[in-house]
């Protein structure tokens, strides 16, 4: 019943930006820490950053920082990945994760998304 859904992935140049966003439903969404992850072909899946409930509160995987704001808009049920100054190591599947603390760790996160591919080109 709970359903994520990413959108806003797509193809951009080297030092462009993107705004994905994760949109909620089948949950108190306010209730729940959120999560970015990604994972590319052959590599591990990367934390890359999560908010808390309030969304006073984040934390950023080390090869996003400065780079990448995570956000969450509690009344919409939807959170948000601003994604500035892309590399193309950037370039991975996106996944929206739920769950109930605040950690780095995948197996942690309770729902998933489908992802969001995005691709930056040099």
């Known amino acids: 019943q709970v359903q994520l859904v990413e959108s806003g992935g797509g193809l951009v140049q080297a030092g462009g930006s993107l705004r994905l966003s994760c949109a909620a439903s089948?949950?108190?969404?306010?209730?729940?820490?959120m999560a970015w992850f990604r994972q590319a072909p052959g590599k591990e899946r990367e934390f890359v950053a999560a908010?808390?409930?309030?969304?006073?509160?984040?934390i950023y995987g080390e090869s996003v920082k400065g780079r990448f704001t995570i956000s969450r808009d509690n009344a919409k049920k939807t959170m948000y990945l601003q994604m500035n100054s892309l590399k193309p190591e950037d370039t991975s599947v996106y996944y929206c994760?739920?769950?109930?603390?605040?950690?780095?760790?995948?197996?942690?996160?309770?729902?998933w998304g489908q992802g969001t591919q995005v691709t930056v080109s040099s």
């Open positions: 994760a739920s769950g109930g603390t605040m950690t780095v760790r995948a197996r942690t996160y309770t729902y």
């Open positions: 908010i808390n409930r309030s969304g006073d509160s984040t």
């Open positions: 089948g949950l108190t969404f306010s209730n729940y820490i």
